[in-house]
């Protein structure tokens, strides 16, 4: 048994100082350990503040305790009441990022998978954990100036990109629409990528959203599960108008 | 001799696809009631088929994620969920109906009853799923399987009227006995099953058992374009001879042994012989392509070990669902359910299945994060989005048609 990896080093060329965007990139990929055996999904990701106020992803999450709750609080209680003595049932698995060597179709660790996955012990000020999908369930708050998208817009996909004087990526800019029909499926990447009427239906329903640089004016309040953005905050249409000719 | 071989994996998907327990008996039912009118939604089948098995094929090859990985990471876990239960629907019901197949073909040898077959088959069908090499299992059950091609030399041997068989083919001529709507209750059903989602899951996964390349992608094409293809033409020979045969004495077919008759009318005790095998092995292969399929796709959801390139130790989840599997399947039959009648309530569950799986796998094969320089071409988009079109349209249309014909009667 050996690390089979693709060809092809896509999609984050030059991991882990490249940029992604964490739900089309990272979340619900395979986690293959150095052995090439499978470990589970990236059920969720851990975004960790760091002094600065800047959210960076620290940790892989992979269990039911990080899958159920994106279903829903009530889907996660009734599984963790199944067994309510057991701590693994209300804390996921980690896969401290540190371990992850590459990122292609799947998301190659540099260990063995065997008792890879424990739960977090945290000490005494320990910093502020929070969950990718903890995000993506916020509503947010545009101003008006901002576009038709303010009704109903939810976060649907963050963009990570490159920090500047350390490794690694931090939340750059965060992808804002309305909830459903879901995501953009990397549609917003390339004007040319095919087919046409895919990707006409998606650019269309996705008219209104709005690519929002995280900086000054836009306050993330994961107590409320509310992220504000004031007037002036940089916001710009993510569908390049340019393209599709008149709207 | 390997090199013949390396289509064994896209015969065996098609044998699983068009000549299962079900499909036999549909085939040869159609063509008793409708003749040849409905060969064209077959045909219409395997070229949707050959592209989207083309499109998982590639996407195995050159970024080694099988066609479930793909549903949860473009759908993500919610609407993944529903596609998981939708697809493990129609392949659990698939599978339970293949080992009543089994059993019902070792029946009209045997004379022994099936139901005392159900438990032997249900264990040796784990034993392969357990024991046997993935490339072992193909290459016997793909071969063999072959044998059903004895159904096109009855068809030639009994000297039907080849043109007016042509003719209701090329024309859809609807026999006059036949409402509309049953007729496209079963034009839907043929369709939904040359298009069935386990054959892309299984397809894809047995690539990845393979350890498929981007060098691999010429022997993948040829598995689709030869595999696909022929079963179709088992398909359409069944259902040809069987209007050769019972068209004009108006017998509507109903039961496994039915739809052999025809071959021992033309070609007598060998024909019978071979066709027998051909039973056998194609519904003994689709048993293990839909067992399978479900321990795919469900570790494929949860991101578990699976597959048969690994010791099975080191895949215990994965082999603990084709346990369950099995010995569900043999409890189902055990209450003496009619298989055959299974599989036609997996129609349902299509309807959710079809439109979940190849709308990922369409999306994906697009993206070059995935798949480089090896993206759709301009041609293969239009016909697979006209393709998908035409899968939303079957799927909306399929539950009202059911419950309209009482499942086509």
């Known amino acids: 048994m050996h690390d089979f990896r693709p060809d092809h080093p896509g999609p984050i060329d030059g991991w882990p100082d490249a940029g992604f965007d964490a739900v089309l990139h990272l979340l619900d ?57 057991f701590a693994e049932r209300y804390q996921p698995g980690v896969v401290e990022i540190d371990l992850v060597d590459d990122v292609t179709s799947g998301v190659h660790l ?91 239906v998606v650019r269309w329903l996705h008219r209104h959203s709005r690519l929002v640089e995280v900086g000054d004016g836009v306050e993330v309040d994961w107590d409320a599960g509310v992220v504000r953005v004031a007037a002036g905050a940089a916001v710009r249409p993510v569908v390049d108008r340019s393209a599709d000719g008149p709207a | 001799m390997k090199r013949y071989l390396a289509v064994a994996l896209g015969v065996l998907t098609a044998i699983g696809g068009f000549v299962d327990i079900g499909d036999l008996v549909t085939n040869a039912l159609v063509g008793s009631r409708f003749g040849m009118s ?41 609407v993944g969920l529903l596609n998981l239960v939708g697809s493990i629907a129609v392949t659990l ?29 249900a264990l040796l069908v784990w034993l392969v799923l357990w024991r046997a090499k993935f490339s072992l299992m193909e ?35 609807k026999p006059l006995g036949e409402s509309w709507t049953t007729y496209a209750y079963y034009a839907i059903a043929l369709f939904g099953a040359a298009m069935t989602p386990y054959e ?33 033409i088992l398909s359409l020979s069944i259902a040809a001879a069987a209007t050769t045969v019972y068209s004009p004495l108006g017998i509507s077919v109903d039961t496994l042994g039915q739809v052999g008759l025809p071959v021992a009318v033309a070609l007598g005790k060998i024909g019978l012989a071979i066709v027998i095998l051909g039973f056998v092995a194609a519904t003994f ?25 690994v010791k099975p130790q080191l895949a215990g989840a994965f082999h603990a669902t084709i346990v369950v599997s099995v010995l569900l399947a043999a409890g189902v039959l055990m209450t003496m359910v009619d298989p055959i009648l299974v599989t036609e309530f997996s129609v349902v569950f299509s309807a959710i299945a079809l439109p979940l799986t190849y709308f990922p796998i369409l999306v994906v094969a697009n993206d070059p ?30 539950l009202p048609l059911m419950v309209i014909t009482k499942m086509g009667q």
């Open chain 1, 29 to 85: 990929r395979q986690i293959v350990d150095s052995n090439g055996q499978l470990v589970g999904k990236v059920d969720d990701i851990e975004l960790v503040e760091d002094p600065d106020g800047r959210l960076v992803p620290t940790a892989l999450l992979v269990g039911m305790a990080a899958l159920l709750p994106r279903f829903g609080a009530h889907a996660f209680r009734s599984w963790a009441r199944l067994a309510p003595a």
């Open chain 1, 110 to 200: 540099s260990v063995e998978r065997d008792g890879l996955l424990r739960s977090r012990i945290d000490e005494v000020g320990h910093p502020v954990r929070h969950r990718l999908s903890t995000l993506l369930a916020m509503r947010v708050d545009l101003p008006p100036d901002a576009g038709a998208a303010s009704h109903h817009a939810r976060v649907l996909d963050v963009r990570l990109r490159s920090r500047a004087g350390a490794s690694g990526v931090q939340v750059g800019a965060l992808l804002v629409g309305r909830g459903r029909p879901g995501s953009m499926l990397g549609y917003e990447r390339s004007p040319e990528r095919g087919p046409w009427l895919i990707a006409s």
């Open chain 2, 38 to 78: 409905l060969g064209w939604a077959v045909v219409v089948g395997v070229a949707g088929i050959c592209i989207f098995a083309e499109m998982s094929g590639r996407i195995a090859a050159v970024s080694h994620r099988a066609t479930f990985d793909l549903v949860r990471e473009r759908l993500g876990p919610r």
């Open chain 2, 93 to 121: 019901l698939t599978f339970i109906a293949e080992i009543g197949g089994v059993a019902l073909a070792l029946e009209l040898v045997t004379s022994v009853y099936y139901l005392a077959w159900v438990p032997v088959v």
């Open chain 2, 139 to 173: 290459n016997v059950l793909g071969l063999l399987g072959l044998s059903l091609i004895v159904f096109s030399v009855a068809a030639w041997q009994l000297h039907p009227d080849w043109g007016h068989l042509g003719h209701q083919m090329a024309t859809a001529d």
């Open chain 2, 200 to 232: 892309v899951f299984f397809f894809s996964s047995g690539g990845v058992e393979e350890r498929w390349t981007t060098k691999d992608i010429v022997t993948m094409r040829t598995n689709v374009f030869i595999g696909f293809p022929l079963g179709g």
């Open chain 2, 285 to 309: 292969g689709a048993a293990c392509e839909t067992g399978l399929s479900v321990g795919y796709s469900l570790a494929q959801y949860g991101g578990w070990q699976w597959g048969k390139y």
């Open chain 2, 369 to 398: 994060d995935y798949l480089g320089e090896h993206t759709n071409g301009r041609v293969t988009n239009v016909l697979a989005s006209g393709y998908l079109v035409l899968i939303v349209i079957a799927s909306v249309a399929a």
